[in-house]
């Protein structure tokens, strides 16, 4: 497995060994061991979760103020652009984000340790995501960090400026970070 340290080194971006002929390809998604090999960390994941979306639906910036979750996030079918926000205020990257491309040609994975919220916008016509995470989901404790937030100046690949992500309310009631809970 090859690591490579994101714009913000907390947060690792993954390339799995992938085995591939006439047939198709095989890979390990997950193995504990080559995982903690590669990144020094050892990470007890808990829950896995699977979604589908269609093109520019933006999900995020979620994250549990309570319960933080690590997520190891990956795409089988489709790309998204994902995003992870530093909310740590001792940390020298807090409000800063990071993206990085991630489709299910190459395979390729995203770590995002706790105390960062997340979110993505669907490039494709349908994309499947599936994250591990290290906690299990609070909703009571789940916070929203506004996507658009103009402090975060986050450049949303969304083609024309004129097209609006498709959002949930809960996403378009996000909290801009001057008024965000964070992590100390």
């Given at each position: 497995?090859?690591?490579?340290?994101?714009?913000?080194?907390?947060?690792?971006?993954?390339?799995?060994?992938?085995?591939?002929?006439?047939?198709?390809?095989?890979?390990?998604?997950?193995?504990?061991?080559?995982?903690?090999?590669a990144t020094g960390l050892n990470v007890d994941f808990v829950q896995?979760?699977?979604?589908?979306?269609?093109?520019?639906?933006?999900?995020?910036?979620?994250?549990?103020?309570?319960?933080?979750?690590?997520?190891?996030?990956?795409?089988?079918?489709?790309?998204?652009?994902?995003?992870?926000?530093?909310?740590?205020?001792?940390?020298?990257?807090?409000?800063?984000?990071?993206?990085?491309?991630?489709?299910?040609?190459?395979?390729?994975?995203?770590?995002?340790?706790?105390?960062?919220?997340?979110?993505?916008?669907?490039?494709?016509?349908?994309?499947?995501?599936?994250y591990k995470s290290t906690d299990y989901y609070a909703p009571e404790?789940?916070?929203?960090?506004?996507?658009?937030?103009?402090?975060?100046?986050?450049?949303?690949?969304?083609?024309?400026?004129?097209?609006?992500?498709?959002?949930?309310?809960?996403?378009?009631?996000?909290?801009?970070?001057?008024?965000?809970?964070?992590?100390?």
């Open positions: 497995m090859k690591v490579e340290c994101a714009s913000i080194p907390d947060v690792l971006v993954l390339e799995p060994e992938v085995f591939g002929d006439a047939r198709g390809f095989f890979y390990e998604s997950y193995n504990r061991k080559t995982f903690a090999q896995d979760n699977h979604s589908r979306s269609s093109k520019n639906v933006l999900r995020g910036l979620h994250y549990q103020i309570r319960q933080p979750q690590g997520k190891l996030v990956r795409v089988t079918a489709g790309e998204i652009w994902d995003v992870a926000v530093d909310l740590r205020r001792a940390s020298p990257s807090f409000g800063r984000w990071t993206a990085t491309m991630l489709d299910g040609a190459s395979h390729r994975m995203l770590w995002i340790p706790p105390g960062f919220a997340h979110g993505f916008v669907v490039l494709s016509e349908q994309a499947e995501v599936l404790h789940e916070r929203t960090l506004l996507w658009n937030d103009a402090a975060l100046a986050i450049p949303w690949p969304l083609g024309d400026p004129a097209v609006q992500p498709t959002l949930t309310d809960k996403d378009r009631r996000g909290k801009p970070l001057a008024e965000a809970e964070t992590y100390p």
